[in-house]
């Protein structure tokens, strides 16, 4: 089993900038990835960015891509997602994920799920 932890929501001004941790304990893999999604009220859940834990390669949807900076430290076991010129759209429920395998942008490919954490982007 793992366990994912999130942190660093909260409510913000339209144009500022939040930064989420999501903390991994227990099993690990010898090559995984971490997502991040978020889920708006009455939508789907969607990807958001994805690293390889092993080479560092990361991913965006087009939606975040030049906004949203996802890292990791691999000392702490930790993923950041920095979430800088935040706007109304963004707000949701941000969850962390992580796969036994390499990145994938699809919610249904990962195996292990954080319990979320509310952004909310005021105008």
């Known amino acids: 089993q793992v366990q994912l ?3 660093g929501g909260g409510l913000v001004q339209a144009g500022g900038s939040l930064r989420l941790s999501c903390a991994a304990s227990g099993r690990t893999f010898s090559n995984y990835a971490m997502g991040w999604f978020r889920q708006a009220p009455r939508k789907e859940r969607e990807f958001v960015a994805a690293i390889s834990w092993s080479s560092g390669v990361t991913y965006y949807a087009g939606a975040v891509k030049g ?7 691999s000392a702490k076991n930790t993923v950041y997602l920095q979430m800088n010129s935040l706007k ?3 707000t949701a ?3 962390c994920a992580v ?3 390499g990145v994938s942008t699809t919610v249904w490919a ?7 954490t509310q952004v909310t982007v005021s105008s």
């Not at 906004?67 to 430290?73: E, Y």
């Not at 990962?110 to 979320?116: A, F, I, L, N, S």
């Open 5 to 7: 932890v999130e942190s």
């Open 88 to 90: 109304p759209e963004d």
């Open 93 to 95: 429920v941000y969850y």
């Open 110 to 116: 990962y195996d292990y799920w954080g319990q979320g």
């Open 67 to 73: 906004r949203f900076t996802i890292s990791r430290d």
């Open 99 to 101: 796969r036994n395998l």
